[in-house]
């Protein structure tokens, strides 16, 4: 305790009756103080000394002003004693030393250790000072007053040795009465706090065990005392922290539970989505192979063509000359015709000539009867041949006069042939220029096609590594709704405030 306790001068009396420092034994002390108080500074130096070498006690100083102001204190109080005034000021003073020592925990031991220090000096210094006074004046006393004296000052001396201990006793006291006050607040506030942790650890335990069921609403109302409220209040936040959480759990499982449902089900619509489309583009991928092979096809055969075309322009080319010769071949056509219908005309004279001859040589044999008979047959049968020489000279000069006509026709339309022709060159050549230039685009085409050809494969591919994905992922799905569904029927295991 920190207040100096009330004088109580029965524990004072008492100690003095028990040591006989009655009213002469304070006198004694009284007496020979003239012979101690020049000790007490010197001994308070030997003792402050001696503190300042010994760091477990100077530690309770904090400057040499400090420790000075101290050794003053303890001049004033040692005054007291050496004068032998064990009144109510001395018990007071003596108790507040006490208390003091007792409240900046200075062990005993080191002030009965002072206590000792300061006795030795004053105790040899008042005998020093007594013998070197007594001792000029013994030769003219007597031995009985000699021992008188001895007697008186040993008195005086051993008086004062039992105020010292006295105030020994005081401090001492007060020391242990200190402790045992402090060891008894301790305990009481020690049970007292036993007490509120009982009430504390059987209320928080009751809310622990409810909270460990699940029932995360738990509150604990009733404060606690002191410090342990705080207990109360932090389990209150950490509580409402776990509600929130669960609630703010609780709500996003929901909300994932419906999310995990439609990614299942939007899964499995795209997985399907990209069956379908993995399957489109498989077609794709065989109806552009088979486009590409045409085009390639159609590229071969357009070169080709553009080779024909260029075969074709330069044979048109030659077909100008050949009809150019074909013109002059009707020329010379058209002359023998003119040739030939003289001969047919001799021809027809011959036989005409010939059918005469054949009936005049008739006429004769059948004057001659039997022996020309023979002889008629023949020119029936010369006549005959002349007459169908005629006939066919007649129908040789009709089928030249038809083909001079034709002949004429002809050589009218090999000149327009020509001239068609020159157009025909005229074109081909463009056209040869055109199949060039489409033999060319169409070559770029192919490649173009070909790189789209491998491009769709490679579609082709990545989009059924995409399908599997995407199954995979609807399989995920589908699992996560399960576990999200498991999490919820978990949760509902939780009371919360909502």
Same mark, same amino acid.
């Given at each position: 305790m920190s207040a100096v306790p009330a004088y109580d001068p029965s524990p004072l009396a008492d100690r003095l009756e028990f040591l006989g420092l009655d009213k002469a034994a304070q006198d004694r002390i009284a007496k020979i103080s003239p012979l101690v108080v020049p000790h007490i500074a010197p001994a308070l130096t030997r003792f402050y000394a001696s503190i300042a070498r010994t760091p477990d006690v100077s530690r309770f100083f904090s400057d040499p002003a400090h420790m000075d102001h101290a050794k003053d204190k303890q001049g004033g109080h040692w005054g007291v004693i050496a004068t032998g005034k064990l009144d109510e000021a001395y018990y007071a003073s003596s108790l507040a030393i006490g208390e003091r020592h007792a409240k900046i925990g200075l062990e005993p031991q080191w002030y009965i250790g002072g206590y000792g220090l300061i006795i030795e000096t004053i105790v040899k210094g008042a005998l020093a000072d007594w013998m070197a006074g007594e001792l000029p004046q013994m030769r003219r006393r007597k031995p009985a007053e000699i021992m008188d004296a001895t007697h008186a000052m040993a008195a005086g001396l051993a008086d004062l040795i039992k105020a010292v201990m006295v105030d020994i006793d005081i401090a001492v006291t007060t020391y242990f009465s200190r402790l045992e006050t402090e060891l008894e607040a301790s305990r009481a506030e020690a049970e007292e706090t036993a007490r509120a942790q009982q009430h504390v650890l059987g209320v928080t335990g009751d809310a622990l065990q409810r909270l460990a069921k699940g029932e995360v609403s738990v509150r604990i109302e009733a404060p606690f005392a002191g410090e342990f409220d705080k207990l109360r209040t932090d389990f209150n936040v950490a509580a409402s922290g776990l509600d929130e959480a669960l609630i703010s759990i609780r709500r996003s499982v929901d909300a994932m539970g419906r999310d995990a449902d439609t990614v299942a089900e939007t899964a499995g619509d795209l997985s399907d989505r990209m069956t379908r489309q993995a399957s489109a583009i498989e077609q794709s991928a065989a109806a552009l192979d088979e486009v590409t092979g045409t085009v390639n096809e159609t590229a071969s055969g357009t070169a080709d063509a553009a080779r024909i075309a260029e075969g074709a322009n330069a044979a048109a080319e030659g077909g100008g000359a050949v009809v150019e010769q074909a013109v002059q071949a009707m020329g010379r056509i058209e002359q023998s015709s003119a040739k030939i219908s003289s001969i047919i005309s001799v021809i027809d004279e011959i036989a005409? #000539?010939?059918?005469?001859? %054949?009936?005049?040589?008739?006429?004769?044999?059948?004057?001659?009867?039997? %022996?020309?008979?023979?002889? %008629?047959?023949?020119?029936?049968? &010369?006549?005959?041949?002349? #007459?169908?020489?005629?006939?066919?000279?007649?129908?040789? $000069?009709?089928?030249?006069? #038809?083909? $001079?006509?034709?002949?004429? +026709?002809? &050589?009218?339309?090999? #000149?327009?042939?020509?001239? %068609?022709?020159?157009?025909? &060159?005229?074109? &081909?050549?463009?056209?040869?220029?055109?199949?060039?230039?489409?033999? +060319?685009a169409t070559k770029q085409q192919a490649n173009v096609l070909n790189e789209i050809n491998s491009a769709i494969v490679q579609l082709d591919r990545l989009t059924q590594e995409n399908a599997g994905f995407v199954g995979r992922a609807s399989e995920a799905g589908r699992d996560l709704a399960i576990e999200v569904a498991e999490l919820r029927e978990r949760l509902n295991a939780f009371r919360t405030t909502a």
């Open positions: 005409f #000539q010939t059918n005469l001859l %054949a009936l005049n040589a008739a006429v004769e044999a059948a004057r001659a009867g039997d %022996a020309g008979r023979g002889f %008629a047959v023949v020119a029936t049968e &010369v006549r005959s041949l002349a #007459q169908r020489s005629a006939q066919a000279a007649r129908d040789v $000069s009709s089928l030249i006069k #038809q083909s $001079s006509g034709e002949v004429e +026709n002809g &050589v009218g339309m090999v #000149q327009k042939t020509g001239e %068609a022709l020159t157009d025909i &060159v005229t074109r &081909v050549g463009r056209i040869s220029e055109h199949m060039g230039d489409f033999s +060319n």
